[in-house]
């Protein structure tokens, strides 16, 4: 086996790749369209096209696909082969520029929220030449946007590369008041922290709620869970061990920098940890990660579970966003400075982020909304539904002298004014750590911790830069104008601290009078579930700010709120399915076949002494009994609320009733059924139990 640094990469065809195989005059064209944006001629894809071919043949690849990440969340590939006949017989291998810049999938089967009838029935793919190409398995991966004829974007790529356009933009605008003439550009970059659980494919096979819905649906709480928080960076055991040698080999072949694993607080829990990069690349590699998680875990005998919440009781899965904003030349801006200037150019792109955050509350939100992620914000293990940011209490009191016109009691007292050289050098806060929080500054970054597992990146991504940029854009706007740009600058920075510091909290967000304070007396936002946060993307402000920026089109928002309102509906509606069914086929069945194995037994020792009470036995089927009837009243009112649902074209309408009717009836159902597998012996019970599933690896 070749060392780490030598197969690192090896299946992408990277900038070594390119450098290696392209001509000076071709690679410097490609180096452009990737740094610059600069539009790639067909002479020059026709160069990197049949450079792409020799090496992914060379590297085994028969097929090439446009991959793509429709709005589904997950990623989609048709695979193509490079084969093309030739007159004698045999087949030459072939693949054009033209091929490479667009692809034109059967799109008619990827959720389109009504964008394709109103526009027209294709799709086609377009070249991302700034994500690189890579093999997986036989095949040429190509990033690419996804769009419909008329224009509209049907993916996720396309407006998160827009949003990251307007963030270079209006973040330049700024950078140049401050006199950097020199930078080209300002990218976003993310580094996604990814949870997941691993259980044994043996008992993921027994469990049909798994297999269809990626979670639990049943189960009753284990004699041991993870109050004794023993699993929390703990030894990992030999099966896990060997799943995450592999992975990262996996990995670092793509050229994904995985770089930190660990087991997390709840049993068969686990984190991966990349080191940042651009966004849009982070966002592909994430999709990629997860993918590859759960490719690999099978090869090892385990299933990988990426739900927000497999396991009632239990702390779910996250995906925590790290955000920070760059020069092409490396400056982060998000970083305190050195001097004073830079000082105050921080504190303008801090404000921006705290403005942007309040404002956006409802974007930030329904960005990271699921059905599966319903389960977990709110819960008390993951950041509630109410966004709040949290600084650190060096930031906090430096925001705090400024707003008052107080002195600042850092190292030494001094007069918080941006009268710009006199701003004093602060350290940044890197010891306080909140974990409570769901938006919290680390340094240098701003950690956005609501994602679930499951979502792509990509939705967080886009709001978060669109936000930014608006602030940044109304910050612009306003110096650009400026007779005395220093006073404006320090006067706008007060005035977002005074408007916008109801979203600063650096207290414990798991804290119910948290989310009283922060609903009753701040008036934050607090939409519990993916139908009451989801239509608020059409509310006039965020249309406004959204199709104003480019980043989106009034249409391209209508069908984001169809296709997210209907994959809520779908997947709460097959859990339900599979809880009635399980409920009846297997639950009921199994605490009958209990019930009537114990009254046998009583009958049986009866005969044998006739004075015997069997006042066990008796008890026993008693409350089995009444258990059953429970359990089937329950599921026949479940399945009479399934067959009730309204057959509207209405998606709100029937998001209401999902939120409303159906999930509380889930709830209810799980409640007998979790008490009956309580009271019947183990090995009676239909699918394996939550202590199996959670402590089953070895
Ligand atoms: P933790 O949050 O678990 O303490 P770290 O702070 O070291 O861990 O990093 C978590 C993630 O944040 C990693 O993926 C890391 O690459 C990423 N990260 C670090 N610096 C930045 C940055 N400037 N911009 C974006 N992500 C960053
Ligand atoms: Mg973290």
Known sequence: MSTVSEYFGSLVFDDRVMRANLSAEVYGSLRKTIDEGIELDIGVANAVAEAMKEWAVAHGATHFTHWFQPLTGITAEKHDSFISPSPDGSVIMEFSGKELIKGEPDASSFPSGGLRATFEARGYTAWDPTSYAFIKGKTLCIPTAFCSYGGPALDKKTP??????????????????????????????????????????????????????????????????????????????PTVAAFMVDLNEELWKLGILAKTEHNEVAPAQHELAPIYTTTNIATDHNQLTMEIMQKTA??????????????????????????????DSGQNLLSPGETPYENAQFLLFLCAVIKAVDDYQDLLRLSVATAGNDHRLGANEAPPAVISIFLGDELNAVLEAIETDLPYEGTQKTQMKLGVDVLPKFNRDTTDRNRTSPFAFTGNKFEFRMLGSSNSIACANIMLNAAVAESLRIYADRLEKAEDFETTLHEMIKK????????????NGYDEAWIKEATE????????TTAD???????????????????????????????????????????????VDMARTQIAPAIEKYAMDVATAAVAKKAIVAD??????????????????EITEKTDDLEAALLKLPDTEDIMEESCVI????????????????????????????????????????
């Not at 043996?202 to 297999?211: H, S, V």
């Not at 977002?496 to 207290?507: E, L, P, Q």
């Not at 015997?612 to 009837?629: F, H, M, P, R, T």
Request: charged share 25%.
């Open 298 to 327: 099978l090869k090892h005998g385990l299933v990988c579970l990426l739900h927000e919440k497999p396991f009632a009781g239990v702390n779910g899965s996250g995906k925590h966003n790290n955000w920070s904003i760059a020069t």
């Open 521 to 528: 007396q701040r008036g934050l936002l607090n939409y519990r």
């Open 533 to 579: 946060c989801m239509p608020h993307l059409l509310d006039e402000k965020n249309v406004t700010m959204l199709t104003g920026l480019g980043v989106f089109t009034e249409d391209e928002l209508r069908s984001r709120v169809d296709i997210m309102l209907d994959n809520y509906v779908k997947s709460v509606i097959i859990e339900a399915n599979t809880m």
């Open 659 to 698: 939120r409303d009717v159906i999930l509380p009836k889930m709830s209810e159902l799980r409640v007998p059924c979790d008490e009956a597998e309580i009271h019947t012996a183990k090995s009676y019970w239909p699918f394996p139990a939550y202590e199996e599933l959670l402590f089953g690896v070895s």
């Open 160 to 237: 998160l590369l827009r949003s990251m356009e307007v963030l270079s933009k209006e973040a330049l605008r700024i950078l140049r008041l401050f006199g950097n003439q020199t930078a080209k550009r300002v990218v976003s970059s993310v580094g996604p922290e990814q949870e997941y659980f691993l259980i044994t494919k043996e008992m993921y096979d027994k469990r049909q709620d798994l297999r269809f819905t990626g979670r639990t649906l049943f189960g009753a709480k284990p004699p041991k869970g993870q109050e004794m928080d023993d699993h929390y960076f703990g030894v990992i055991k």
């Open 612 to 629: 015997l009470a069997c006042g066990y036995e008796a008890n026993l089927v008693k409350k089995l009994s009444q258990l059953i009837d």
């Open 496 to 507: 977002t601290i005074k408007d916008h510091k109801r979203i600063i909290f650096n207290g």
